[in-house]
T-cell receptor, first 121, second 108 residues
């Protein structure tokens, strides 16, 4: 069974930093693109970033580029999102997601349950 | 403000069919056949219903179907059931990876 578990959420002050983790199991993690999607309270889904199987390609939404860094450690079946210079509008539940099949980025079949980040003073 | 426009809400009765639209600019929905649809029940993670406009992942009911005409993609749910009550999002990509604003489906 495919399982994605996010961790690292919590309360952080504006301007602060946080690192999210997504730990995967039940599939061959190094073979899949991985993605972060977020959802502000009461709002819709927003694609945040994705990373290729070997980490050689990364994409970001404009609003986080330069502040967030996506990475992965295939030896640990894990993906990360380093979030710096956090702002109130980064407050959201952050989901990690796996692509439908190997080589099909942007088709998100498997999702974690999400971790909540609250940016507030 | 999403460049993919969905109706904010839609409703239907059990057994009926409803269609949710997703209208983009010509640079996203129209040019590429890469529209997908997600269902998100309250408090839960999204679920992939349709990808590449018309394809269903394994295990998704054939009550869910997708189509596209010009720059508008559509999700049709036939034989509405109470458990279909959820938020629905389209997603398309070309230069931007973007979700539509979402549509809240109420099953009366």
């Amino acid at each position: 069974e495919v399982r994605l578990v996010e961790s690292g959420g919590g309360l952080v002050r504006p301007g602060g930093s946080l690192r999210l983790s997504c730990t995967a199991s039940g599939f061959d993690f190094p073979n899949y693109w991985m993605t972060w999607v977020r959802q502000a309270p009461g709002k819709g889904l927003e694609w945040v970033a994705n990373i290729k199987q070997d980490g050689s390609e990364k994409e970001y939404v404009d609003s986080v580029r330069g502040r967030f860094t996506i990475s992965r450690d295939n030896s640990k079946n894990s993906m990360y999102l380093q979030m710096n210079s956090l702002r109130a509008d980064d407050t959201a539940v952050y989901f990690c997601a796996r692509e439908l099949y190997s080589g099909s980025p942007r088709r998100f079949l498997h999702w974690g349950q999400g971790t909540l980040i609250t940016v507030s003073s | 403000q999403s460049a993919l426009t969905q109706p904010a809400s839609i409703s239907g009765s059990p057994g009926q069919s409803i269609t949710i639209s997703c209208t983009g600019t010509s640079s996203d929905v129209d040019d590429y056949n890469y529209v997908s649809w997600y269902q998100q029940p309250p408090g839960k993670a999204p679920k992939l219903l349709i990808y590449d406009v018309t394809k269903r992942p394994s295990g998704i009911s054939n009550r869910f179907s997708g189509s596209k005409s010009g720059n508008t993609a559509s999700l049709t749910i036939s034989g509405l059931q109470t458990e279909d009550e959820a938020d629905y999002y389209c997603f398309s990509f070309k230069f931007n990876n973007e979700f539509g604003g979402g549509t809240k489906l109420t099953v009366l």
